[in-house]
């Protein structure tokens, strides 16, 4: 994670001002673009030293190295990591001034700046986390990662994943010891969340050639049915392929099913001692902690107490635009049963049903090409990359969101994911698909990543950064909105799903900061009753919803504030250029740098605004 430090940036009227009175006096473009080629080369070799210190981040992207291996998740490696950034610092200060640099080299310069500042300011909240959760924890990513990401299409790439289920076991040990550093400093889950992860993990460890119950024995674990379709689709003689599924097999056996026995032993073992506390305030230092992840996730100095109450005001408009929903479809009865009536009746869901499961996959699809085909209204710069639309596996449905993305391989080719949440189809419904499928697939976070991965002529850092959950996550909560100006959701119930979706965000805003500060203290069922009270989820995404903001603090707060910004950002320079507002130039300037914090957003939107006018 990279966090957000108090340090401010200047304002882009000064940045210009210094730099042209700075080339005035005799810094020349030709020797500012020279001293940013030394920048750039610089930060692409520092990129590929971070990137060479993490197999899975190589595989991520597609780069092909190293694919037997995993990271080193010890906390000597950490402490390397610490001292190695805060030597890179320190070296960037040393070679390197701002004043000498292009306009684009200073903001390289500055985010990595930022970056850096951020990792070494996190590395004292290193074991605040919770390493193994259920969202995001190591039981699942482990799988997960070995399916969706580990490819093969050569023998040697089989051989590496067997190489990599080989060496689970040292990567489970060294979690462990995670989890137990952490128990000696305090810091545990609530209780809920072990057997989440117990499910998981024991579900890893389900089917051939583990055995199990019945209805599983005679059925492929996720992982030997993963290994095994990838092995029966290489061109190499059948031995081979029997050789290389028995090894296979004798590594589930031998390695996996062990390492998952002795983690699924020390998550009993810490559940008998796990509190019933739900928020981060109960952590050494936790509410110092929780301000620094909503200035992570935020990039902003608000305070729990006014995002809080910012999402307490953003939810009584939302309800007003929903009561002008209920009026267009000439609904009688107030808001509560109006939501009733949405989660009830069945005109609103697919059946939970092989067919039903498949249509709405295949409407997903229809919605994103009826979009795709209008891009050009309104962006200059669309992704090369393609996107998929896929089911979320069986062996993590039960804990997984109801829809996320994952980016493409920028170096393999493999295209960006939109996943769906099949596992309960009244948790997804059809008057939420369109913005669900705007904000995870097109215009949402596959453009945005996409587009930042092809850049061209901006340092590897910026392509690949997900630092700034406020401008990503902002990004996909303002593409819910933008169809809309588009003439999108014709249908009203469509329109209210749209509501309804920026109603969750701001809720979130009201529940995160209610579990998380102390001046709240708000308990799990506290959330859950709040949520239930103000939205029309379903029981089932209410509590997978509040589950995933206990152990994911303030992440939770960046939609709203980003989207807000991005809007604010957009309204203004509309009142200042006039007829000279072009919509697709506006999300030029928000895409084509990269991750940026939302301070660094306002001041390229401020010089294009200045540069439109001159």
């Known amino acids: ?61 597609g780069i092909k190295e190293d694919m037997g291996k995993w990271d080193d998740l010890s906390e000597t490696h950490q402490k390397e990591d610490y001292e190695l950034q805060q030597k890179e610092l320190a070296d960037l200060k040393a070679k390197f001034k701002l004043e000498k640099l292009s306009a684009d080299g200073a903001l390289s310069f500055r985010l990595y700046e930022v970056r850096l500042n951020q990792d070494i300011s996190d590395y004292k909240w290193r074991n605040h986390d919770y390493p193994i959760n259920q969202m995001f924890g190591w039981q699942a990513e482990i799988p997960s990662f070995l399916i969706n990401i580990h490819r093969v299409g050569t023998k040697d790439e089989a051989v590496a994943y067997i190489e990599r289920m080989n060496g689970i076991p040292v990567v489970v040990d060294q979690i462990i010891d995670g989890l137990k550093t952490r128990e000696a400093l305090g810091v545990m889950p609530p209780k809920f969340v072990f057997s989440r992860v117990l499910r998981d993990s024991r ?118 635009e929903i009561q002008e929903i209920m009026k267009k479809v000439n609904f009688d009865g ?4 109006f939501f009733k009536f949405m989660n009830d009746d069945p005109q609103f869901y697919y059946p939970s049903t092989p067919e039903g499961k498949a249509a709405y996959i295949a409407k997903a699809k229809s919605v994103l090409a009826d979009m795709t085909a209008r891009l050009d209204d309104v962006f200059l710069t669309k992704p090369k990359a393609a996107l998929e639309v896929k089911p979320v596996e069986p062996f993590r449905e039960e804990s997984a969101s109801g829809a996320f993305y994952q980016p493409p391989g920028a170096f393999d080719g493999r295209p960006g994911t939109y996943y769906i949440n099949t ?101 799990r069922e506290d959330v859950i009753k709040y949520l239930s009270d103000n939205t029309p989820n379903t029981e089932f995404d209410i509590r997978n ?11 939770a707060t960046a939609y709203k504030i980003g989207m807000e910004k991005i809007l604010s950002l957009r309204e203004d320079a509309k009142k200042k250029l006039g007829d000279k507002f072009d919509i697709r130039e506006y999300h030029d300037v928000v895409l084509k740098s990269g991750p940026v914090p939302l301070s660094i957003m306002e001041e390229r939107v401020d010089a294009w605004v200045k540069s439109k006018k001159a």
Request: with cysteine; proline share 4%.
């Open 545 to 555: 919803e509040t589950e995933r903001y206990i152990v994911m603090p303030g992440q």
């Open 203 to 320: 579900n890893v460890l389900t089917g051939k050639p583990f055995g199990g119950d019945k209805a599983t024995a005679d059925k492929d674990s996720a992982l030997m049915e993963d290994i095994r379709g990838k092995i029966a689709s290489l061109q190499i003689p059948d031995e081979e392929k029997t050789a290389l599924t028995a090894d296979a097999e004798k590594a589930l056996l031998t390695a996996v099913k062990p390492a998952y026995e002795k983690l699924i032993a020390t998550l009993e073992d810490q559940e008998t001692r796990a509190t019933t506390d739900d928020g981060v305030w109960k952590l050494p230092e936790g509410e110092a902690y929780y301000q620094h992840m909503l200035q992570q996730h935020t990039t902003t100095k608000m305070t729990a107490q006014e995002i809080h109450e910012f999402g307490l005001k953003e939810v009584t408009r939302i309800h007003g």
């Open 1 to 61: 994670m990279f966090l957000i430090t108090r340090r401010s940036f200047m304002a882009a009227t000064t940045a210009a001002a210094a730099l042209s009175a700075l080339s005035a006096c005799g810094d020349s473009a030709e020797a500012m673009k020279a001293e940013t080629k030394k920048l750039n080369e610089w930060l692409e070799e520092r990129f590929k030293f971070w990137v060479g210190r993490s197999p899975l981040g190589k595989a991520y992207l």
């Open 334 to 337: 107030d808001m509560k049963a």
């Open 423 to 523: 596992f309960d189809m009244k948790a997804i419904s059809t008057f939420e698909l369109e913005a669900l499928a705007y904000h995870e697939g097109i215009p949402g976070h596959h453009m945005q990543i996409a587009i930042a991965q092809e850049l061209q002529d901006v340092p590897s850092f910026r392509k690949f950064g997900s630092d700034f959950t406020a401008y990503s996550e902002g990004w996909g909560l303002y593409c819910e909105r933008l169809p809309k100006e588009m003439g999108f959701y014709k249908d009203p119930y469509s329109d209210f799903g749209r509501l309804t979706m920026e109603l969750w965000r701001s809720c979130r805003l009201v529940v995160d900061t209610g579990l998380h500060a102390p001046q709240y203290k708000w308990t």
